[in-house]
T-cell receptor, first 110, second 114 residues
Framework: SQQGEEDPQALSIQEGENATMNCSYK?????LQWYRQNSGRGLVHLIL?????REKHSGRLRVTLDTSKKSSSLLITASRAADTASYFC??????????FGKGTMLLVSP | ETGVTQSPTHLIKTRGQQVTLRCSSQ?????VSWYQQALGQGPQFIFQ???????GRGNFPPRFSGLQFPNYSSELNVNALELDDSALYLC?????????????FGPGTRLLVL
């Protein structure tokens, strides 16, 4: 079963625009992570935010977490064509397993 | 590149056959997890191995089994293949000793069951 649900399912923008995708989850979490997947290959870890954090930045990425609403958002600023990929949120109890959502497909056109 | 490798990259089997997929963890990582990703879905947790012992299992039948070796490499075995087993199989390594919660994924093995 999927713990997280990303929204929207697909997003199409132009280079230079910002992309925002959201994730909702069901149960209490220890941390929430965002991963990127290019063309159905392996996942690449982007950023981790802990349950006691509200916002975190990494380069052009900004993640927020609202534990009262059980939701998170990922903002990619100044998108590039190379950002085209599927993005997944994943929740975990700690060092152990991750539960992924269905993902958001992002298409950035030149 | 994460340093996690998987073999083979692609595989075609017929229903009822058995398959073994292999994963080599990133250096220093003692925990490996396996995930199944069906087309258009997110990865689903199959099981995890820590120091050669199964350390958690998702909602998968017993015909999915695994091994972890002393060098922390791992195998996923699937018996009596079904058409629905067609998917991308991902392994991910992590290090409990370093208290690292991030998992490092390999490129995956794409399995097609005919």
């Amino acid at each position: 079963s999927q713990q997280g649900e990303e929204d929207p399912q697909a997003l199409s923008i132009q280079e230079g625009e910002n992309a925002t995708m959201n994730c909702s989850y069901k149960t209490s979490i220890n941390n929430l992570q965002w991963y990127r997947q290019n063309s159905g290959r392996g996942l690449v870890h982007l950023i981790l935010i802990r349950s006691n954090e509200r916002e975190k930045h990494s380069g052009r990425l900004r993640v927020t977490l609202d534990t009262s609403k059980k939701s998170s958002s990922l903002l990619i600023t100044a998108s590039r064509a190379a950002d085209t990929a599927s993005y997944f949120c994943a929740t975990g109890p700690g060092y152990s397993t991750l539960t992924f959502g269905k993902g958001t497909m992002l298409l950035v056109s030149p | 590149e994460t340093g996690v490798t998987q073999s083979p990259t692609h595989l075609i089997k017929t229903r009822g056959q058995q398959v073994t997929l292999r994963c080599s963890s990133q250096s220093g990582h003692n925990t490996v997890s396996w995930y199944q990703q069906a087309l258009g879905q997110g990865p689903q947790f199959i099981f995890q191995y820590y120091r050669e012992e199964e350390n958690g299992r998702g909602n998968f039948p017993p015909r999915f089994s695994g091994l972890q070796f002393p060098n922390y490499s791992s195998e996923l075995n699937v018996n009596a293949l079904e058409l629905d087993d067609s998917a991308l199989y991902l392994c991910a390594s992590s290090s409990e000793r370093e208290k690292v919660e991030t998992q490092y994924f390999g490129p995956g093995t794409r399995l097609l069951v005919l």
